[in-house]
């Protein structure tokens, strides 16, 4: 398998993490949805990442996607999301909010950093798009008193939050007081000392 894409992308990140805690060998090409344009766009219409080559040939594209798919490999025993009921929805809500975070990260970078004149109330709605996840992924996590979100075992909430986490507050820092959001700021931290994530870290630098 080979993976695409830039591992300060909150969302290649979270598929390179999984495939290592998988114990799932792949080869990584650190392609720029920019810089490398074209070659993304020849394995994703979208020129996005993360995009995931099979073996086959075959292109997975979108991370939600590429998880499915290797949660199958890995099989109903080990996989990191759970299969059917209440558990399972909670799961997907809580990867939704940290993907939303996560996106509107990257929209409010590219705001400030693509266009010569910004939209103020449209930094002002992402900015409350943003504070909103946090606050609700904050109070969530404060409940729970076990390891991880759901019990002893890492799965994929706990994932993609500290993805999200370690990218948003180094695209903005500015907006990011880790007292605000404690129970958050802990999870991540103890997420980070995991050999899996120390593997595929690449600091995000805000463009000038």
Known sequence: MILIGQYDSPFVRRTAVALHLYGMAYEHR????????????????????PVLLLD????????????DYLDELAGPAQAMMPRDGVVRRHALHICALACGLAEKAVALVYERVLHQQTSEMWVGRLQAQIGGALDALETRR??????????????????????????????????????KWPALAAHAATCETLPAFAAVVQRFIPPN
């Open 30 to 49: 650190p392609w720029s949805v920019f810089g490398d344009q074209d070659k993304v766009a020849a394995v994703n219409p979208l020129t996005r990442v």
């Open 56 to 67: 086959s040939g075959e292109a997975l594209i979108e991370s939600a996607a590429i998880l």
């Open 142 to 179: 404060a409940a729970i008193a076990t390891p991880y979100w759901f019990g002893g075992q890492i799965g994929h909430a706990d994932i993609a939050v500290t993805c999200a986490w370690r990218f948003a507050s180094e695209a903005h820092p500015a907006l990011f007081a880790a007292a």
